[in-house]
């Protein structure tokens, strides 16, 4: 079917809260281009929003789908286990950095993660709060709608938010939030509306993801654990955007040394296979009661396939070098374009997870959202996906696949830049 076919489809039948606004239609993708229903190149600086690190359709991916799908597709691994489940857990027992021994449960999505850790952490301390963080993105259930910081259009139409969910400042040093500052208000929060007495978990991505991709310092995080220590709290760290080598490490927690009580992950752990994993401490992960966590096709033997293929081509091919190697070359040309356009300021990176300002003017930082809405759109128009995010919508994010070629990664590159010239 046509792009034009497809559409009359979806303005019939897919509901509009769920539709895309894109015209064009995905047909066959191959790491960091996509093709469409009319045959459409297009340049993928998105990468299904973080979940393709290792590229469209890595071919030890799929070879590892395609072999489990000649064994088996489902059992439940509830009422009947497989090795996959097992091996995963493994896995991820020895590389994420918890304290101490780590066990882990297997979900099928970022927001079933967060999910399940707060139910997690409320079984293991008898306590009800939960903190999060301005800026915050943690997804689209209803109580991880109540824990973004960001209300539209997260929120917007879905009436009252569950409650016990509170909230501090994220450090944001170029939008007027220090480090001291936040510490600050995270600490009125805990005095005013959090009694840490009845507060479970702190809960933070230590880069945000949809907030702006700003990261948080090494201190800042030094701080929350100290802080959770303090009143027995646990620490949650969400690397749903950031963890499977965005930002140079397997998990950007690992930058700053600092061992969370539970960790997050999901999108680039099996290259576009749905799967999540909440990854903690023993006796944190043991605390609720048999049969108490669980659903019907969390890790799921197909995607189970697929992250076992994705660790080992982390290993095999150097994936951690060359998500460092990619920031690198993002940083370099971001710094060449803030000096060249008035409208780009604080270039960032930390790894490949890369991102820059748009703004009305610099010397006050005014955020420009129209103007990286109209960026996205003619870059798109142009044979290129390319994300926004921010508080403010001033941001552009980067998430192409690690692996791009380099000839593909200029040429996403020089279209970036050619659209600014004329939009400028």
Same mark, same amino acid.
């Given at each position: 079917?046509?792009?034009?076919?497809?559409?009359? %489809?979806?303005?019939?039948?897919?509901?509009?809260?769920?539709?895309?606004?894109?015209?064009?239609? *995905?047909?066959?993708?191959?790491?960091?281009?996509?093709?469409?229903?009319?045959?459409?190149?297009?340049?993928?600086?998105?990468?299904?929003?973080?979940?393709?690190?290792?590229?469209?359709?890595?071919?030890?991916?799929?070879?590892?789908?395609?072999?489990? %799908?000649?064994?088996?597709?489902?059992?439940?691994?509830?009422?009947?286990?497989?090795?996959?489940?097992?091996?995963?857990?493994?896995?991820?027992?020895?590389?994420? =950095?918890?304290?101490?021994?780590?066990?882990?449960?297997?979900?099928?999505?970022?927001?079933?993660?967060?999910?399940?850790?707060?139910?997690?952490?409320?079984?293991?301390?008898?306590?009800?709060?939960?903190?999060?963080?301005?800026?915050?993105?943690?997804?689209?259930?209803?109580?991880?709608?109540?824990?973004?910081?960001?209300?539209?259009?997260?929120?917007?139409?879905?009436?009252?938010? =569950?409650?016990?969910?509170?909230?501090?400042?994220?450090?944001?040093?170029? $939008?007027?939030?220090?480090?001291?500052?936040?510490?600050?208000?995270?600490?009125?929060?805990?005095?005013?509306?959090?009694?840490?007495?009845?507060?479970?978990?702190?809960?933070?991505?230590?880069?945000?993801?949809?907030?702006?991709?700003?990261?948080?310092?090494?201190?800042?995080?030094?701080?929350?654990?100290?802080?959770?220590?303090?009143?027995?709290?646990?620490?949650?760290?969400?690397?749903?955007?950031?963890?499977?080598?965005?930002?140079?490490?397997?998990?950007?927690?690992? $930058?700053?040394?600092?061992? =969370?009580?539970?960790?997050?992950? *999901?999108?680039?752990? *099996?290259?576009?296979?749905?799967?999540?994993?909440?990854?903690?401490?023993?006796?944190?992960?043991?605390?609720?009661?048999?049969?108490?966590?669980?659903?019907?096709?969390?890790?799921?033997?197909?995607?189970?396939?697929?992250?076992?293929?994705?660790?080992?081509?982390?290993?095999?091919?150097?994936?951690?070098?060359?998500?460092?190697?990619?920031?690198?070359?993002?940083?370099?040309?971001?710094?060449?374009?803030?000096?060249?356009?008035?409208?780009?300021?604080?270039?960032?990176?930390?790894?490949?997870?890369?991102?820059?300002?748009?703004?009305?003017?610099?010397?006050?930082?005014?955020?420009?959202?129209?103007?990286?809405?109209?960026?996205?759109?003619?870059?798109?128009?142009?044979?290129?996906?390319?994300?926004?995010?921010?508080?403010?919508?001033?941001?552009?994010?980067?998430?192409?696949?690690?692996?791009?070629?380099?000839?593909?990664?200029?040429?996403?590159?020089?279209?970036?830049?050619?659209?600014?010239?004329?939009?400028?």
């Amino acid at each position: 079917m046509s792009n034009a076919e497809l559409n009359e %489809l979806k303005q019939k039948y897919v509901a509009a809260g769920a539709a895309s606004p894109a015209t064009a239609f *995905a047909d066959r993708a191959e790491n960091a281009e996509i093709w469409d229903a009319d045959g459409n190149r297009f340049i993928d600086f998105a990468g299904g929003i973080g979940v393709l690190n290792v590229g469209h359709r890595h071919p030890k991916v799929v070879a590892a789908v395609k072999a489990q %799908l000649d064994k088996v597709m489902h059992t439940c691994q509830t009422v009947m286990p497989y090795e996959g489940y097992v091996k995963v857990a493994e896995k991820l027992s020895h590389l994420v =950095p918890v304290r101490g021994h780590a066990k882990v449960m297997l979900a099928n999505s970022g927001a079933e993660a967060l999910e399940n850790a707060v139910k997690i952490a409320r079984a293991a301390t008898g306590r009800s709060n939960v903190i999060c963080f301005d800026g915050g993105y943690h997804g689209r259930t209803f109580y991880t709608m109540a824990m973004n910081g960001k209300v539209a259009p997260y929120q917007t139409d879905f009436g009252p938010m =569950p409650g016990t969910v509170f909230r501090a400042p994220y450090p944001v040093p170029y $939008h007027g939030v220090s480090e001291d500052e936040a510490l600050r208000g995270l600490k009125m929060t805990l005095k005013t509306d959090a009694n840490p007495k009845d507060t479970a978990a702190i809960v933070l991505e230590p880069v945000l993801g949809e907030g702006g991709f700003y990261p948080a310092s090494k201190s800042f995080l030094e701080k929350i654990r100290e802080i959770c220590d303090e009143h027995g709290m646990l620490m949650i760290i969400d690397e749903v955007q950031s963890g499977f080598g965005r930002t140079g490490k397997m998990f950007a927690i690992e $930058h700053s040394g600092v061992e =969370p009580d539970i960790m997050t992950m *999901a999108k680039s752990m *099996a290259d576009g296979m749905p799967i999540s994993a909440i990854v903690g401490t023993d006796k944190v992960m043991d605390a609720s009661g048999p049969n108490s966590l669980g659903g019907t096709y969390t890790g799921s033997p197909t995607a189970c396939a697929a992250a076992l293929a994705v660790m080992e081509v982390f290993e095999e091919e150097n994936i951690l070098e060359k998500s460092r190697a990619l920031g690198e070359k993002l940083a370099a040309r971001f710094g060449e374009w803030q000096t060249k356009f008035d409208c780009i300021d604080n270039v960032r990176n930390m790894g490949a997870m890369a991102a820059f300002e748009l703004v009305s003017n610099k010397t006050d930082r005014t955020p420009n959202p129209e103007l990286a809405a109209a960026l996205c759109k003619k870059a798109r128009e142009e044979g290129l996906i390319l994300l926004s995010c921010g508080m403010y919508g001033n941001t552009i994010r980067f998430l192409m696949p690690v692996t791009i070629e380099d000839s593909v990664l200029n040429e996403g590159l020089d279209i970036i830049e050619s659209c600014l010239e004329s939009l400028v």
